[in-house]
């Protein structure tokens, strides 16, 4: 018996037009890419799918778990491969069935392949019946039914094998990894960023993560590890990564010496924007993204997410803006973060948190509140003190480096913080 196939089933939407054969050469990396370490024989793409044909040895349930991971697919399936021929087709067919349980069942097959001598509904009538006759045989109690069966038995007829699978599974949507160019992504240690990098990261765009952290007030309580976690289970999506780990407390006691205590957060929020863009254009990244969601926190009140903003020169994505946070919850169960994000870390935003914070600051307010600040020299502090993890996906797993500082090049983004000072 031949071995059992991975049918993949992508989007369509995105097929149309002059892009076709670049969104499919990603589709079929990512995939290459995601059943790294699993034995493949070969990636076929007969009509509008892709076919994995697992080598031997292959676990189905491992590469079920992979193919998860990969953006742009509409549905999948493990498939039995048959013979062009009805009679080796209904044979894979019931195979397929036989150890399912349900009552109701039908047939439905597609034809891509218009050379096959038998029409769509030929090989539904012919599947079923012979089905019926088997299973009614077998002293099981089913009745075909077209509408909304408990079963579909799904049948294609491709240019390349006939294929039959009972079991569709839905995809993750999305579009093909690394199809949509770079994002910097603040990422801090809660639910909702890295649900937020996720959801961009769905959309093709590949992410670097800046995390701003402060010592803990018990020694190995930072949020560091948290932040490395999360950056880990993302890149599973993207295959690497890198994390600029930014140290942020001396910044905070400079604000909180010299600024207003209402707008604390805010500026918190502010020079994050400012030192992430900086890490943004040395990652060659074209906008940033933030898990804020409106009205979730007293410095995600519209007009404080539009003061806060107001700094940044490049877009800003917030893509949990209009989101619950029980349906981001929910997101980071799935996508594994959830346990991540709910392990006890120091959060350094929370710090020195202002007793009535401000809820509806204006630009020339916080710009008022920042010229007692020397913003240069605080910005070139956390970039200084910043060091960079790198992260890899190969065989199953990610593996990351030790935590390096950066090298700062003239032409780096050094020479950029000149430029910003003004
Ligand atoms: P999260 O769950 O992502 O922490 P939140 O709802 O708790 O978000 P805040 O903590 O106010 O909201 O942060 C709003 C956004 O600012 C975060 O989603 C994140 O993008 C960014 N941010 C906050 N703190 C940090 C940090 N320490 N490092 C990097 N980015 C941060
Ligand atoms: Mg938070």
């Known amino acids: 018996m031949s071995r059992p196939v ?15 054969r670049f969104f499919l050469g990603k589709l079929y990396s990512a995939l290459r890419h995601g059943l790294d370490g699993i034995p493949v024989d070969r990636i076929e793409q007969p009509g509008d799918r892709f076919l994995i044909r697992l080598g031997a040895g292959a676990s189905i349930d491992e590469a079920i778990a992979r193919v998860q991971h990969v953006f742009g697919i509409a549905y999948y399936a493990v498939a039995r491969p048959a013979e062009r021929g009805m009679e080796a087709l209904c044979r894979m067919a019931w195979e397929e069935v036989e150890p399912l349980q349900f009552s109701t069942f039908a047939v439905r097959a597609h034809r891509s392949d218009k050379t096959f001598p038998h029409s769509t509904m030929e090989i539904e009538a012919a599947a079923g019946r012979f089905l019926l006759e088997k299973l009614r045989a077998h002293g099981r109690d089913v009745r075909v039914r077209l509408r909304e069966p408990e ?7 491709t240019p390349g094998p006939l294929l039959v699978y009972a079991r569709k599974i839905p995809g993750t949507g999305g579009l093909p990894a690394n199809t949509a160019g770079r994002i910097t992504c603040l990422l801090s240690g809660g639910y909702d960023s890295a649900v937020a990098a996720y959801q961009m990261m769905k959309r093709g765009a590949h ?8 010592t803990g007030a018990r020694p190995g309580e930072s949020s560091l590890h948290v932040a490395s976690g999360l950056a880990r289970v993302l890149t599973r999506y993207q295959f690497t990564a890198k994390l600029y780990r930014v140290p942020f407390e001396e910044i905070q006691r400079e604000i909180v010496r010299y600024a207003p205590e209402s707008f604390r957060v805010l500026l918190y ?9 900086l890490f943004a254009r040395r990652e060659r990244a074209l906008a940033l993204v933030t898990g804020d969601s409106l009205g979730q926190v007293a410095s995600q009140t519209l007009r404080n997410l539009a003061a806060v903003n107001a700094t940044a020169s490049m877009p800003v994505f917030r893509p949990l803006v209009g989101t619950d946070k029980m349906e981001i919850l929910e997101i980071a169960r ?7 994000s709910s392990e006890p870390f120091h959060d350094c935003c929370p710090v020195f948190l202002p007793r009535a914070p401000e809820l509806s600051a204006k ?9 007692t600040l020397d913003l240069a020299s605080l ?3 956390g970039v200084r003190g910043a060091t960079m993890e790198k992260f890899t996906y190969a ?8 935590p390096r500082a950066i090298v700062h090049t003239p032409s780096g983004h050094t020479a950029t913080l000149q430029i910003s000072k003004e």
């Open 6 to 20: 991975i049918v993949v089933h992508y989007h369509e939407l995105w097929l149309k037009g002059r892009n076709r």
């Open 151 to 157: 079963l579909t038995c799904h049948i294609e007829v």
């Open 207 to 214: 992410l670097s993560f800046v995390h701003f952290y402060g």
């Open 269 to 277: 929020r502010r020079m994050m924007l400012r030192i992430t863009e």
């Open 334 to 340: 799935r996508i594994g973060t959830y346990d991540i």
């Open 363 to 371: 630009v020339e307010e916080l710009n008022e509140a920042e010229a």
């Open 379 to 381: 910005i070139a502090m």
């Open 395 to 402: 065989d199953g797993r990610v593996e990351s480096t030790e």
